[in-house]
């Protein structure tokens, strides 16, 4: 299937590795023009460097003036954002109980601010064009609250809910918002979240895996390229009428619809 994005300029947050990474690696087999972005400008060199046509800038989403300055210059030297993929690195594991106020305020200044920042400084011209893919790495935290992922589980939920609002009011522009909510992807991410889980139960890392994989009915952590794909799916031409969704890539780990 040919995914109509061919040429179309593709930034990714936080694609330097990861999920991310292999987001930015799906659309640059597609065609699209992908910018890779990291808090390193070397090591998203050396993502970008692996990628066909891919260019490399630096995005520290702790900056609140780093999405737009970012967005306007890659707007002035490629062209204007046409794929906005949003992505972050989560907070530390924590319970409810146990999370404070300033955590928590921590979480939304990481996993929903910059975010929320970047859309809004990629949205003229997306309005302007008449198409436009906004699609954010979430969590199925989103649909079913993690254990032990308190505030991760809080701040994602907060960006889901703001997608959603405005998958409503820029549908008739040609612009889709969505969320793709990963469940166990093998990433060094989900590694340190088996590390953490295995300290705090006094257990071995492959027990803690084992149980991981036996409560997914694939009974496999997920791929990256099969994450990735899934993205590249939703940011294209062919998924214009996808819009206001979370999509679970999760093996069918979360037991709703």
Known sequence: ??????????????STGGLGL??????????????????????ARQAAADLPGAVARELDVDDPDAPGRVIDEVAATLGPVDILVTNGPGPAPSTARATSAEAFEAAAARLFLPQQRMIAAALPAMTVGGWGRILAVGSSGVVAPLPGLAASNVAR???????????GEVAADGITANLLLPGRIATDRTASLDAAAAVRRG???????????????ARRYGRPDEFGAAAAFLCSERASYITGVALRCDGGLVPVL
């Open 203 to 217: 257990l071995d890392l492959e027990t803690v895996q084992e149980e991981s994989r036996s409560s997914i009915p």
């Open 1 to 14: 299937m040919d995914l109509g994005i061919e040429g179309r300029i593709a930034l990714v947050a936080a």
């Open 157 to 167: 939920a907060a960006l889901a809910a703001y997608l959603k609002t405005l998958a």
């Open 22 to 43: 292999a987001v930015a690696t799906a659309l640059a087999a597609e065609g699209a023009r992908v910018v890779v972005t990291g808090r390193s400008l070397e090591k």
